[in-house]
């Protein structure tokens, strides 16, 4: 069926942002120093000849999305090479139709066979699933937001039948096949069913405490950073009113781990935090282990149990690899999905396996979480959304997917721990999305089409394009004065 708001890629160009973390981020095994955003301008057309542009950004966070112990240089060279082939790819695509047909059906034809080319040769490792992603993440949402600038719309008011052809039914019918009897959930029903019509306009912000993060004065090594900014974990909870915190565990030393999240509580308490959560980022191999975590720290501080809203990821997230069945965990505290969550059929069989939530990421499409986010719901899954440590305009659309999302308690927004200098121009328009104050963050800045971004109004000095494809020309952001 086609529509008068129906739209095709015209052109797109593709920017490379590198950014240096002013204190290394550890995650389960992994390192973090520096990233490289990709920020993503798509041009669109509709079937009268209307043109717009829409925005995309994502950083690459190739330790988060491609875990390995190859060359590190060698895995962003080539996640780099991915984003630039799916930007030269969409240019040309040729599907007509909504952002998130266009997206999805680019996803199931493309993605993969354009990642098997940007890969290296073997012995290297091919491009993962997950990586490829969030590769194709920035132009997906770029997609997004020039869909509703092209009508004038808000992005969020487009999710519904006046705008989109297929229900949320056909989509994952493309996927599992039509016959699938679990279809039937969904036919007749559009993301916007599962979305907050009035979401709010500010935010319960999780702060990120890093596996190398110094809690208190007595971790501090002398080469931390002295640039205004806090340092210790006690410092970010006093200056930014913090009542929600993420803690980084290792999943291989178990008295690490409890003594970790022992002291993170008596520190989060002290300074009035009310809701914890753990992460172990796939880094433990049997429930017994998390387990013994929960049961040691439910003797010695019973209130951080208590307070303890979710577990996230302990387990591999190949859960083909390791079908492990998590029911008893799940039974004791809810436990969330993240890095196994690439796509709804990865949650379905999360859910199968005893897993009772989902951590969704803007960083796995625009497309994909709105689709993983029907299927939670109607399975009564919780919904958190998570950060990818998104700076910039990366920042923006993982926002407004946390508040339209009715997640379980606010959301994940760390850039500010990491690179808050990164988003400084964008800042000026935006502050309350860059800044937490009283544990919250404040999207009322945002306003007009597509995702409110104001990119015009953003003085953002972009550096040359890596790539140039078909009819775009982006408009080059402008100089903007501080908000009075």
Request: aromatic share 8%; glycine share 8%; hydrophobic share 40%.
């Amino acid at each position: 069926m086609t529509r008068q708001t129906d739209v095709k890629v015209t052109g797109a160009a593709a920017y490379l942002i590198p950014v240096r973390m002013r204190v290394p981020l550890k995650f389960g095994s992994q390192v973090q120093h520096s990233a490289t955003c990709v920020r993503v301008a798509v041009e669109v057309e509709n079937r009268v000849g209307k043109r717009a542009v829409g925005w995309g950004e994502t950083p690459l966070s190739v330790q988060w999305a491609w875990p390995s112990s190859a060359d590190y240089e060698l895995r962003q060279a080539a996640m780099i090479r991915l984003c630039l082939a799916c930007t030269k790819a969409i240019a040309g695509f040729g599907e007509m139709g909504h952002a998130m047909e266009i997206g999805d059906t680019f996803r199931r034809d493309r993605l993969g066979s354009l990642a098997n080319q940007c890969g290296e040769p073997s012995p290297f490792e091919p491009i993962p699933e997950l990586a490829a992603l969030v590769c194709l993440s920035p132009i997906d949402l770029a997609i997004h937001d020039a869909y509703g600038v092209v009508h004038g719309v808000d992005t969020y008011a487009t999710y519904g039948p006046d705008f989109l052809s297929r229900d949320i039914a056909d989509f994952l019918g493309a996927d599992a096949g039509h016959a699938d009897p679990g279809l039937s959930l969904f036919r007749g029903r559009f993301p916007a069913d599962f979305l907050d019509p009035n979401p709010p306009t500010d935010l319960l912000a999780w702060h990120l405490v890093g596996g190398l993060d110094p809690l208190d004065e007595g971790d501090l090594t002398g080469a931390e950073p002295s640039d205004g900014y806090p340092v210790t974990l006690a410092q970010w909870i006093q200056a930014d009113g913090l009542e929600c915190l993420k803690i980084k565990l290792r999943g291989t030393d178990l008295d690490w781990d409890i003594n970790r999240l022992l002291r993170v509580a008596a520190i989060g308490f002290a300074g009035g935090v009310s809701r914890f959560c753990a992460d172990f980022n796939c880094t433990v191999g049997d429930p017994a282990y998390v387990h013994a975590v929960l049961d040691a720290v439910a003797s010695k501080n019973p209130r951080l149990i208590e307070h303890l809203l979710y577990v996230e990821q302990p387990f591999p997230y190949d859960l083909k690899a390791f079908p492990i069945d998590v029911r008893t965990v799940a039974a004791r505290t809810p436990l969330f999905l993240d890095e196994s969550a690439h796509n709804w059929q990865y949650v379905a069989n999360g859910y199968r396996l005893g897993w009772n939530g989902v951590a969704l990421k803007t960083c796995k499409t625009q497309t994909g979480a709105l689709l993983s986010l029907a299927w939670a719901k109607v399975h009564r899954m919780g919904v958190m959304v998570q950060d990818l440590t998104n700076p910039m305009l990366a920042a923006i659309p993982h926002l407004r997917l946390a508040a339209h999302a009715r997640t379980l308690a606010g959301v994940e927004t760390n850039a500010m721990q990491f690179y808050p200098e990164a988003s400084s121009p964008e800042a000026v328009i935006h502050p309350g999305i860059y800044r937490r104050r009283s544990g919250r963050v404040d999207l009322g800045s945002l306003a007009g089409p597509g995702f409110g971004m104001r990119v015009s109004e953003i003085n953002r000095m972009l550096p040359e394009p890596a790539i140039v494809v078909g009819t775009v020309e982006p408009v080059q952001s402008k100089s903007a004065e501080p908000p009075e």
